[in-house]
């Protein structure tokens, strides 16, 4: 019923940086908080940054100070603002929305197909 599509990821060297976007399309009722998440090799994914309606915001300890979460509620679009990027930073990320279709129905987790961010010299 919703769909998410990120874009922006890409190759950057080490201290560089990268800006993720994330919309949302199809039949949307409202949207709740959304988030980032990424899964490096071997690794379980991991929270990076959510952001509620009304703009208050949650960071992963790895990426506070670095990284800066954003919403657009009139494009239904979450950003990701990633400076000072390093190679543990290496990962699949994947751009979510806590939506509902309807109003009376249940919220339900949505998820995008993920882009490959590389940081590597």
């Known amino acids: 019923q919703v769909q998410l599509v990120e874009s922006g990821g890409g190759l950057v060297q080490p201290g560089g940086s990268l800006r993720l976007s994330c919309a949302a399309s199809?039949?949307?009722?409202?949207?709740?908080?959304m988030g980032w998440y990424r899964q490096a090799p071997g690794k379980e994914r991991e929270l990076v940054a959510t952001?509620?309606?009304?703009?208050?915001?949650n960071y992963a300890d790895s990426v506070k100070g670095r990284f800066t979460i954003s919403r657009d509620n009139a494009k239904n679009t979450v950003y990701l603002q990633m400076n000072s990027l390093n190679p543990e930073d290496t990962a699949v990320y994947y751009c979510s929305a806590d939506a509902r279709s309807v109003w009376y129905g249940p919220p339900h987790e949505y998820w995008g197909q993920g882009t490959q961010v590389t940081v590597s010299s």
């Open positions: 952001i509620a309606t009304g703009g208050s915001t």
């Open positions: 199809g039949s949307i009722f409202s949207i709740n908080a």
